[in-house]
C-alpha cells in the first residue's frame, strides 16, 4: 500500500524490547550508492599505500576511542557480553594497525624468473567487494574483510545481518570519522531477499560472505553465474580432541570458554567433544564444574558470564537438536532448560554419549549445546573428528607436542590449535574446507583474494 514505509527493526535479545527501526532502502537509493562507490573506486586506488596505512590507523584510533559505545551497540542489538564486546572492538582496532602496517608487504610486486629479460607478478585492486555479513559478531566480521580489502585499493560494500544493522552502519561512520573519502565504504540498510540483486549488479566486482551453508550457495550460484570471485566461510562443526596424555583440567576450563563465549554462536566454536575413554569421565566432571560455573544473565552486567542467544528462532533450534539427540540416546549432563526469565536465555548445556546420527553431533549447534563423544583411543578420535560435513576449525590436547602437531596434520580442516582454543588472528590465514566454504581471509592469503595477481613480462 502507497505510504507504508519498509522498515528493518533491530530488537534487544536480553529483554526483547525494540532497539530502532531503520527505513529500508529503495532500489533507487541503493542504485545511487553503487555509483558513488564505484566512482570513489577510481580515485581511491590511485591512493599511495602510505596514504592507505595512515587512514587506516585512523581508523584504529577512532575505534579505541568509541570503544564504550562501539560495545554498548553490540550488546544492546545481539546480546554479547560487555566485555566480549570491548574485546571484540580492540580485536578491530588491532586488525586495522596490521593491514596498515603490512599490506605494503603482503602486495608487494613479486620476482618471477622466465624467458623475460625482466618478469613479475603485481597484485592490483578488483574493485567493488560486496560484503554479506552475520549478526555474531557485527564489527569483527565486518573489519575483518574491510581492513585489507580497502588496503588492497578496493572499495567496500556492506550488507549486514537485519538485526545488528546499526553495528553496520557505525562501522561505515568509524571509516568517515578516520577521514576515509566519501562512499569507499557503505553499508545498505536492505532485507536478505535482495542481496541476489546486488551481487548480480555489474557495478560489483566480487563477494565475501560469512553465513549459513545455505546462504553460501544461494550466493555463490548467483556470483557463478555472473563470473565474479567469491570467498565464503560458512559453518562449522569444530571437533576439541582430548588424547589420554592431555592436561585435563586445562582441557576442561578451556573448552567451557571454546563452547559458551558468546553464548556459543561462533562458526568456530568448539562443539564436537571427542575424548579418549581412559580419561573421559575425568574430563566430563571437570567440563560440567567448569560449565556450572557459568552465569547466565544481562550481558551489560559485569557479573554476568553468558548472555542471551542473539533470537529466539535460534533458541527454538537449538532445543530440537537437543531434544533429538536425546531421544538417539545421548545422555543430559548439565543444563537443558530455558531460565524462568524474559530474553532469549538458554542455560549452558553438556550431553553425552552423542555419536554420528545424532542432531548435536552431525549439524552445526550455533548455541550453548556441548556434545560428548568417547572413543577408544587416537584413531577413533581421528576418523569421528574428520566424520562431518564441516571443516573449519579444531582442536587436539596431548602433552606430547609432536604427537599434538601430527594429529593435527590428519584432521581435515582450515586451522587446527594444538593445547589451544580456536581463534582468528590477523597474523594467521583463517578460512575452511568442505561445507565451511573456501577461501581465506587474514594474513597475506587474505588481502591477496580479492586483487587481480597480474603477470608483468618485459621481452
Given at each position: 500500500?502507497?505510504?507504508?514505509?519498509?522498515?528493518?527493526?533491530?530488537?534487544?535479545?536480553?529483554?526483547?524490547?525494540?532497539?530502532?527501526?531503520?527505513?529500508?532502502?529503495?532500489?533507487?537509493?541503493?542504485?545511487?550508492?553503487?555509483?558513488?562507490?564505484?566512482?570513489?573506486?577510481?580515485?581511491?586506488?590511485?591512493?599511495?599505500?602510505?596514504?592507505?596505512?595512515?587512514?587506516?590507523?585512523?581508523?584504529?584510533?577512532?575505534?579505541?576511542?568509541?570503544?564504550?559505545?562501539?560495545?554498548?551497540?553490540?550488546?544492546?542489538?545481539?546480546?554479547?557480553l560487555t566485555a566480549e564486546a570491548r574485546a571484540e572492538v580492540e580485536k578491530c582496532a588491532t586488525t586495522c594497525d596490521h593491514f596498515a602496517d603490512h599490506a605494503e608487504e603482503y602486495l608487494a610486486d613479486q620476482p618471477a624468473p622466465s624467458d623475460g629479460?625482466?618478469?613479475?607478478?603485481?597484485?592490483?585492486?578488483?574493485?567493488?567487494?560486496?560484503?554479506?555479513?552475520?549478526?555474531?559478531?557485527?564489527?569483527?566480521?565486518?573489519?575483518?574483510?574491510?581492513?585489507?580489502?580497502?588496503?588492497?585499493?578496493?572499495?567496500?560494500?556492506?550488507?549486514?545481518?537485519?538485526?545488528?544493522?546499526?553495528?553496520?552502519?557505525?562501522?561505515?561512520?568509524?571509516?568517515?570519522?578516520?577521514?576515509?573519502?566519501?562512499?569507499?565504504?557503505?553499508?545498505?540498510?536492505?532485507?536478505?531477499?535482495?542481496?541476489?540483486?546486488?551481487?548480480?549488479?555489474?557495478?560489483?566486482?566480487a563477494v565475501t560472505l560469512t553465513g549459513s551453508e545455505e546462504a553460501g550457495a544461494q550466493t555463490a550460484a548467483i556470483a557463478g553465474r555472473c563470473l565474479k570471485k567469491t570467498v565464503l566461510e560458512l559453518g562449522g562443526s569444530d571437533a576439541f580432541v582430548?588424547?589420554?596424555?592431555?592436561?585435563?583440567?586445562?582441557?576442561?576450563?578451556?573448552?567451557?570458554?571454546?563452547?559458551?563465549?558468546?553464548?556459543?554462536?561462533?562458526?568456530?566454536?568448539?562443539?564436537?567433544?571427542?575424548?579418549?575413554?581412559?580419561?573421559?569421565?575425568?574430563?566430563?566432571?571437570?567440563?560440567?564444574?567448569?560449565?556450572?560455573?557459568?552465569?547466565?544473565?544481562?550481558?551489560?552486567?559485569?557479573?554476568?558470564?553468558?548472555?542471551?542467544?542473539?533470537?529466539?528462532?535460534?533458541?527454538?533450534?537449538?532445543?530440537?537438536?537437543?531434544?533429538?539427540?536425546?531421544?538417539?540416546?545421548?545422555?543430559?549432563?548439565?543444563?537443558?532448560?530455558?531460565?524462568?526469565?524474559?530474553?532469549?536465555?538458554?542455560?549452558?548445556?553438556?550431553?553425552?554419549?552423542?555419536?554420528?546420527?545424532?542432531?548435536?553431533?552431525?549439524?552445526?549447534?550455533?548455541?550453548?549445546?556441548?556434545?560428548?563423544?568417547?572413543?577408544?583411543?587416537?584413531?577413533?578420535?581421528?576418523?569421528?573428528?574428520?566424520?562431518?560435513?564441516?571443516?573449519?576449525?579444531?582442536?587436539?590436547?596431548?602433552?606430547?607436542?609432536?604427537?599434538?602437531?601430527?594429529?593435527?596434520?590428519?584432521?581435515?580442516?582450515?586451522?587446527?590449535?594444538?593445547?589451544?582454543?580456536?581463534?582468528?588472528?590477523?597474523?594467521?590465514?583463517?578460512?575452511?574446507?568442505?561445507?565451511?566454504?573456501?577461501?581465506?581471509?587474514?594474513?597475506?592469503?587474505?588481502?591477496?583474494?580479492?586483487?587481480?595477481?597480474?603477470?608483468?613480462?618485459?621481452?
Open positions: 500500500m502507497a505510504g507504508i514505509v519498509d522498515e528493518i527493526v533491530t530488537v534487544n535479545p536480553a529483554t526483547e524490547a525494540e532497539l530502532r527501526r531503520y527505513p529500508v532502502m529503495t532500489e533507487d537509493e541503493v542504485g545511487a550508492i553503487l555509483d558513488d562507490v564505484r566512482r570513489s573506486g577510481l580515485g581511491w586506488r590511485e591512493v599511495p599505500m602510505g596514504g592507505r596505512a595512515e587512514l587506516m590507523h585512523a581508523a584504529a584510533g577512532v575505534l579505541r576511542r568509541r570503544a564504550g559505545e562501539l560495545a554498548g551497540l553490540v550488546t544492546a542489538e545481539m546480546g554479547k629479460s625482466s618478469s613479475f607478478v603485481a597484485f592490483e585492486p578488483l574493485g567493488t567487494v560486496l560484503a554479506i555479513m552475520p549478526w555474531n559478531f557485527p564489527l569483527w566480521q565486518v573489519i575483518r574483510f574491510a581492513a585489507p580489502a580497502l588496503m588492497a585499493g578496493n572499495t567496500a560494500l556492506l550488507k549486514h545481518a537485519s538485526n545488528t544493522t546499526g553495528s553496520g552502519l557505525a562501522v561505515e561512520a568509524v571509516f568517515r570519522e578516520a577521514g576515509f573519502p566519501e562512499s569507499v565504504f557503505r553499508a545498505l540498510v536492505i532485507p536478505g531477499r535482495r542481496a541476489g540483486a546486488v551481487v548480480e549488479d555489474s557495478r560489483v566486482a582430548v588424547l589420554e596424555d592431555a592436561d585435563i583440567e586445562a582441557a576442561a576450563v578451556t573448552a567451557a570458554r571454546a563452547r559458551f563465549q558468546n553464548c556459543g554462536q561462533s562458526c568456530i566454536a568448539a562443539k564436537r567433544f571427542i575424548v579418549v575413554d581412559a580419561v573421559a569421565e575425568s574430563f566430563e566432571e571437570a567440563f560440567v564444574a567448569a560449565t556450572r560455573r557459568l552465569r547466565v544473565g544481562d550481558p551489560s552486567e559485569a557479573e554476568t558470564t553468558m548472555g542471551p542467544l542473539a533470537r529466539d528462532d535460534l533458541r527454538d533450534d537449538l532445543e530440537r537438536q537437543l531434544h533429538g539427540s536425546l531421544d538417539r540416546g545421548a545422555r543430559l549432563l548439565t543444563g537443558g532448560r530455558r531460565p524462568d526469565r524474559r530474553g532469549w536465555f538458554y542455560e549452558p548445556t553438556i550431553l553425552t554419549g552423542c555419536m554420528p546420527g545424532m542432531p548435536a553431533f552431525d549439524e552445526e549447534t550455533f548455541g550453548p549445546l556441548a556434545a560428548v563423544t568417547r572413543v577408544s583411543g587416537e584413531d577413533e578420535a581421528r576418523r569421528l573428528a574428520n566424520h562431518s560435513d564441516f571443516g573449519l576449525g579444531g582442536n587436539v590436547w596431548t602433552r606430547d607436542v609432536e604427537r599434538g602437531v601430527r594429529f593435527a596434520r590428519s584432521l581435515e580442516t582450515g586451522g587446527v590449535f594444538v593445547n589451544g582454543m580456536t581463534h582468528s588472528d590477523p597474523r594467521l590465514p583463517f578460512g575452511g574446507v568442505k561445507r565451511s566454504g573456501y577461501g581465506r581471509e587474514l594474513y597475506s592469503f587474505g588481502i591477496r583474494e580479492f586483487v587481480n595477481i597480474k603477470t608483468i613480462w618485459v621481452g
